[in-house]
Nanobody, 124 residues
């Protein structure tokens, strides 16, 4: 069983930046594709970004391309989401997730365990 703990959320002004972190434990982190999702009030959870186990390939929701960057440090069992140029429509709880099976990439990924989320708020 994998445990995921997100951090780094907070309040930022529109146009500002935040970097989210997700620390993983309980599984061979470096074997699994990781992803970030978000859920705004009253909306369904939506995919934001993903990164393959080695970090060699990243994939994004179309709306986030160019603003968000996902990365990982396998030595620290941590995945990051750098968010720049934050917009008023970006506030949500951001979650990280891990693929159910190792060594898969998009579109074969099936997301399994989730963290508890970290809140991102953007002020205008």
């Amino acid at each position: 069983q994998v445990q995921l703990v997100e951090s780094g959320g907070g309040l930022v002004q529109a146009g500002g930046s935040l970097r989210l972190s997700c620390a993983a434990s309980g599984r061979t982190f470096s074997s699994y594709t990781m992803g970030w999702f978000r859920q705004a009030p009253g909306k369904e959870r939506e995919f934001v970004a993903g990164i393959t186990w080695s970090g060699g390939y990243t994939f994004y929701a179309d709306s986030e391309k160019g603003r968000f960057t996902i990365s990982r440090d396998n030595a620290k069992n941590t995945v990051y989401l750098q968010m720049n140029s934050l917009k008023p429509e970006d506030p949500a709880v951001y979650y990280c997730a891990v693929d159910k099976q190792p060594y898969r990439g998009s579109p074969a990924v099936s997301w399994g365990s989730w963290g508890q989320g970290t809140q991102v708020t953007v002020s205008s």
